[in-house]
């Protein structure tokens, strides 16, 4: 008798316990609602403002066990553009299970006391019910998210099949699984998954059928908030198979395609080291073997601030021009505006005096490797204390020195050329031949205009720079020569109106006026 009274006191004090814990963690998790939504936001506007959209939530309801609130997408008050129409919302409900132990939780056996979990869904409305006829009348994706008391946030997210068929229109994905990992400031992040497969099924501007399949699309990476307010982390993607074909034809097949990107703080934690490594392991077109290629690309010393200001300028003349009405309505205009607004702030970017590094760029087939190796030290033109007065000069202001060498094997190269004209409808002898007059041809040509050398069956390129010298295949020269060998004329710069002319560095001749100036012939 007394060991029952025993036992049913224990489960009456745990039941106590469990529902003054999960009152009071109910309690404090509403509390915090409002600084993760303004964390939120403010990591929205940062990353991503031409999305001129904000979060916020709505009809929040406490229980003692769980509580349900909903989640709102919208556009940010105040923008100009957004993804998002005017009153158009994303809403997902929000299923609380209220900690130390959730009985979501629970149900999977995760006998870790947590503030809280979240089962979150799409609600269908105007704005996703196209998104709800691709998952054939479902939500097109499950969230369930774990709260720590920390508030630490780890979401598994189940992305379902989806399916959309219009005439001879198809879209088809496997669904995939994905784990996002966040810390409670929103500074961290890490998400990894995988799909297993898609389809897509249309017709291009000729009216012909075009087939895209994908095999095993796996993501994973993280990134970290930077004290300059800019991204530094992992990413990784591979694909291990995607064929493209045309009218039912195999037009191209990617096999073993990987993307690994890298970017990490130095020491004194002032500047950004980025690393690129790329890799195909084989591509096919038409059937026709290809070859392979990869490539391993590194930057370093890029000045966090300046990366920053770059951000900021680069954002802001995007956002300006969405919010011009029309500019849409023409996308080659726009893509060269955002183009111009790319390269006009890219000189912020010179600040650190970054280097880049290509080592190498190859291209693989059975006969042999072309690799181009890269190696070029900047300059911040802010720095220099002269204004430019030639081509040659305004070079010298953003590029301290340059060493590259490119190296490409004649059977290789015969071979790709083979490939290529078995492509356009040779047969294989006449290919052959018509690939080794080609390569030689080109051999020929690079030495006559000394661009290349030949040496042990190799064709080959080697150019380096500094100090307004050039040395090409050994052969040095200054920049101004260099350049007259393509038909570029060292020509002067005009000081801009109402600005005296620059000062002459001594040992230099001064410019010829423009209106005087003679017609400068290519070396």
Avoid: C
């Amino acid at each position: 008798m007394k060991k029952s009274l025993v036992a049913v006191g224990i489960i009456v004090a745990l039941g106590v316990v469990w529902t003054g814990g999960s009152w009071y963690t109910g309690k404090q998790l509403e509390g915090r609602l409002a600084d993760m939504v303004a964390q939120a936001n403010a990591q929205l506007a940062s990353t991503a403002p031409e999305a001129g959209i904000q979060l916020a939530y709505q009809n929040y309801q406490r229980g003692v066990f769980s509580s349900h609130l909903q989640m709102v997408v919208k556009q940010a008050n105040g923008a100009k553009s957004s993804w998002l129409k005017p009153g158009q919302s994303i809403v997902l409900d929000e299923n609380v299970s209220h900690g130390p132990f959730p009985m979501a939780s629970l149900k999977t056996f995760n006998l870790v006391p947590a503030m809280a979990t979240v089962e979150s869904k799409l609600v269908n409305n105007e704005a996703s019910k196209h998104l709800f006829e691709l998952a054939k009348g479902q939500s097109p994706f499950d969230i369930s998210t774990r709260i720590s008391y920390a508030g630490d946030t780890r979401s598994d997210i189940s992305l379902k099949p989806l399916n959309y068929e219009n005439g001879e229109e198809k879209v088809a994905f496997s669904g995939g699984e994905f784990q996002l990992d966040a810390d409670r400031d929103g500074n961290a992040f890490a998400l990894n998954g995988n799909m297993e497969s898609g389809v897509i099924n249309a017709v291009n501007e000729y009216n012909q059928k075009v087939l895209v399949t994908f095999n095993n699309l796996k993501t994973s990476g993280d990134s970290k908030l930077t004290s300059f307010a800019e991204r530094i982390g992992n990413q990784k993607v591979t694909l291990d198979k995607m064929a493209i074909s045309v009218e039912g034809k195999e037009l191209a097949l990617l096999d073993g395609m990987t993307i690994d990107g890298k970017s990490n703080l130095s020491k004194d934690g002032k500047t950004i080291d980025a690393t690129l490594d790329y890799a195909l392991n084989s591509l096919k077109l038409q059937g026709q073997d290809m070859g392979s290629s990869k490539l391993a690309l590194k930057i370093g010393q890029i000045d966090g601030q300046a990366w920053h200001q770059f951000s900021q300028q680069y954002n802001g003349q995007v956002q300006a021009l969405l919010a011009q009405p029309g500019v849409m309505d023409n996308p080659e205009v726009y893509q060269q505006k955002v183009t111009e607004a790319f390269f006009g702030a890219l000189p912020l970017l010179l600040k650190g005096e970054p280097v880049i590094t290509v080592a190498p760029l190859s291209w693989k087939n059975s006969k042999g490797e072309t690799t181009f190796n890269l190696s070029l030290f900047l300059k911040d033109p802010s720095q220099a204390t002269i204004a430019p007065q030639t081509l040659a000069q305004e070079v010298d202001r953003s590029v301290k020195s340059l060493d590259s060498k490119l190296v490409i094997p004649m059977d290789m190269a015969t071979e790709f050329m083979t490939q290529v004209a078995r492509l356009e409808g040779y047969q294989q002898a006449e290919a052959e031949k018509l690939a080794s007059q080609q390569v030689k041809g080109l051999a020929a040509m690079g030495q006559m205009f000394r661009i290349t050398t030949q040496q042990d069956n190799n064709i080959q390129s080697s150019l380096q720079y500094s100090n307004g010298q050039v040395s090409l295949n050994g052969n040095k020269m200054p920049l101004a020569e260099f350049v007259g060998m393509f038909g570029v004329p060292d020509v002067a710069i005009p000081a801009p109106q109402g600005e005296a002319p620059a000062p002459v560095p001594q040992g230099e001749a001064a410019p010829v006026p423009e209106a005087a100036a003679p017609a400068i012939a290519p070396n």
